[in-house]
Nanobody, 116 residues
Framework: QVQLVESGGGLVQAGGSLRLSCAAS????????MGWYRQAPGKQRELVAH???????VYADSVKGRFTISRDNAENTVYLRMNSLKPEDTAVYYC??????????WGQGTQVTVSS
């Protein structure tokens, strides 16, 4: 069973930066589009960005120009670089397959808290 392990979250002031990592076991990672999602308290989980196997990226409007998603297929790892963080970016961040694919079991996520 493929496992997803997210890391890199933390507490940061508005305007700061963080880099999240998601390590996946198994070869399924390298052949599929991967996404970063987030879920804020009381809200539904939303897609933040996704990256294809070849490196093509798409972003939600709310993070466009501030976040950068990337992947290392050899290491089965996907990253999310977050700059110019805002309090509204506060959420638990998860990685998984793109939303049009059957999701893998969700990991525990990594908490990002942005203070104003």
């Amino acid at each position: 069973q493929v496992q997803l392990v997210e890391s890199g979250g933390g507490l940061v002031q508005a305007g700061g930066s963080l880099r999240l990592s998601c390590a996946a076991s198994g070869s399924i990672f390298s052949i599929n589009t991967m996404g970063w999602y987030r879920q804020a308290p009381g809200k539904q989980r939303e897609l933040v960005a996704h990256v294809t196997r070849g490196g093509r990226t798409v972003y939600a409007d709310s993070v466009k120009g501030r976040f950068t998603i990337s992947r290392d297929n050899a290491e089965n790892t996907v990253y999310l670089r977050m700059n110019s963080l805002k309090p509204e970016d506060t959420a638990v961040y998860y990685c998984n397959l793109a939303p049009w694919l059957e999701p893998l079991s969700w990991g525990q996520g990594t908490q990002v808290t942005v203070s104003s």
